[in-house]
């Protein structure tokens, strides 16, 4: 029997891990499944792709019942970025009107959404969000743009949870706002699965949702969930059409050619196994105290202040502070993040936002306190070395 949570998990235990929120990581018995899976593929791939869209169906209700959503409202897509990118394609932007995101959106999501508005002939409206701002402050300040736009609004894009800043946005809230406004409503929910317990429920009538699986719920990597409700979702088409597209969604989704699908039809064991190993409510539990304690330990061994970081906290991922001019730039945080993990054996991940550099903590149910107060050790002298 596994004497640590991290036997569960195929991951190098020299290693401190403590990004589980950029890549996940996935159980042994779930390894065991896609191996098994892919055996089956491989042995009569005929009689595998004859029957894959049905496995796929069935593990998509299975997922969608983890979501609480009906599975007619969910299809699978590989992550929350090719879920974006399939709404912004189906969707018709009106020339000259405007798309509403935050500066804490996720990168290749703003990307996608300067591309699909410069087709249209729209533009992006980029709101600042402080990362001390309260709910209700961020709120207001969607309320207030949204009713000073200059052009209608077509299209707001808001993050459930931010990747970058580890901020928990009242998504709900702004939804009401910008369905007053006459906007649609897609929410990047890339962090939200297993992280909360019911993240659709705190979205309100938001029209699109996408949410990765294979961050928090640990399943393997390429299973999302894009979630559509009302008669928009008959306009969502997979990025490759193949020969599901005639019909309706979700089923269009179920059938990919001959992409390797194996990671859909594994998804519903790590459901499965954190629930039997941890129970989801405990996890969520354990994980949201280690992530507050974890930042209060690396803000000390740093001696900066989260206070400015403390508005709207996601639950299992934090923001610490790196001191002044440490980090500048999303290069210098990548160099940093590499020597952390040569000289000191820690995997982090390291951002930065408008200029500042921050050490973003996760916690998952391998971590313990003792990964933290290793990187609190040594983390003020490998600072030290990296700027030498």
């Given at each position: 029997?596994?004497?640590?949570p ?27 499944e ?7 593929m ?5 009689r595998w ?11 998509r209700?299975?997922i ?5 959503t ?8 590989p992550?929350a ?7 912004l394609?189906?969707l ?9 995101i935050?500066d804490h959106?996720y ?20 709101l600042?969000?402080p ?7 961020i ?15 077509s ?13 928990l946005l009242?998504?709900?809230d ?11 409503v ?9 992280m ?10 938001a029209?699109f ?12 990597r390429?299973?999302a969930a894009?979630?559509a409700?009302?008669?928009l ?5 997979p ?25 859909w ?5 790590s ?14 539990g354990?994980?949201?105290e280690?992530?507050?304690e ?8 740093l001696g900066t ?10 639950p299992?991922?934090?923001l ?9 730039d ?16 820690c995997?982090?991940a ?22 933290y ?9 490998a ?6």
């Amino acid at each position: 029997m596994p004497s640590h949570p991290l036997d569960h998990w195929a991951l190098d235990p020299d290693i401190r891990h403590l990004n589980h929120g950029s890549f996940g990581a996935v159980p042994r018995t779930v390894i065991e499944e896609l191996h098994a899976l892919r055996a089956e593929m491989e042995a009569n791939p005929d009689r595998w792709f004859r029957g894959l869209p049905e496995r796929v169906a069935r593990a998509r209700t299975d997922i969608a019942g983890y979501l609480h959503t009906p599975a007619q409202t969910l299809a699978l897509v590989p992550n929350a970025s090719a879920g974006v990118s399939t709404v912004l394609a189906s969707l018709e932007l009106p020339r000259g009107s405007e798309v509403v995101i935050t500066d804490h959106a996720y990168g290749a999501v703003a990307m996608g959404v300067a591309r699909a508005a410069a087709r249209a002939g729209a533009r992006v409206r980029t709101l600042h969000v402080p990362l001390d701002a309260t709910s209700d402050q961020i709120t207001a300040r969607f309320a207030d743009a949204l009713a000073d736009a200059q052009a209608p609004t077509s299209l707001v894009v808001v993050d459930q949870i931010t990747s970058a800043t580890a901020r928990l946005l009242p998504v709900a809230d702004i939804t009401r706002h910008a369905h007053a406004a006459g906007a649609l409503v897609l929410v990047d929910g890339a962090h939200a699965p297993g992280m909360l317990a019911d993240p659709l429920a705190q979205t309100g009538d938001a029209d699109f949702w996408v949410g990765n699986l294979h961050k928090w719920p640990c399943t393997p990597r390429g299973t999302a969930a894009l979630v559509a409700r009302g008669d928009l979702a008959q306009e969502l088409y997979p990025l490759t059409d193949s020969w599901g597209s005639p019909n309706p969604f979700p089923l269009r989704f179920d059938q990919q050619g001959t992409v390797d699908l194996t990671s859909w039809l594994a998804a519903p064991r790590s459901l499965e196994f954190v629930e039997k190993q941890f129970g989801w409510e405990a996890a969520r539990g354990r994980i949201t105290e280690l992530a507050g304690e974890a930042q209060r330990m690396l803000a000390d061994a740093l001696g900066t202040d989260t206070a400015a970081v403390g508005g709207s906290e996601a639950p299992a991922m934090r923001l610490v502070p790196l001191p002044d001019g440490t980090v500048t730039d999303q290069a210098a945080a990548h160099a940093l993040q590499r020597h952390l993990s040569v000289t000191i054996g820690c995997e982090t991940a390291v951002t930065t936002w408008h200029g500042r550099g921050y050490l973003r903590l996760s916690a998952h149910l391998y971590n313990d306190r003792a990964d933290y107060a290793h990187l609190a050790d040594h983390l003020p002298a490998a600072l030290t070395e990296a700027a030498a």
